[in-house]
């Protein structure tokens, strides 16, 4: 049995370690991202109430909204991810897309 045979055994057609790879880089973004979206906003925050500027605190406090909306976003992205998926794997009737639904699931 050569390697390509050995590959395509797998529910992914062998596709299985690149599926692990992109979930596992997406997990790895998905809690660094919002970390440092919400650690930079508050060091901008910071630095504007040290400078007491009403101005510079209010320009801040705006951009920590945006970076922590931000942060949701890219925190919910796998859900959201998986709840497309899941809905075009139930809408469609094509077995390629509910197989290709279950690789991702199992990976």
Do not use: H
């Amino acid at each position: 049995m050569d390697m390509f045979q050995i590959l395509a055994a797998d529910a992914c057609g062998g596709l299985g370690p690149v599926v692990a790879l992109i979930k596992n880089v997406l997990n790895i973004i998905c809690i660094l991202i919002p970390i440092a979206l919400i650690l930079m906003g508050s060091i901008d925050l910071g630095k504007a109430v040290l400078a007491s500027d009403d101005k510079e605190i209010k320009a801040a406090t705006g951009k920590l909204i945006k970076r922590s909306i931000a942060a949701v976003v890219i925190f919910l992205l796998p859900f959201l991810v998986n709840v497309i998926m899941g809905l075009v794997a139930d809408v469609t009737t094509d077995s390629d897309s509910s197989s290709w639904y279950q690789c991702w699931q199992n990976q």
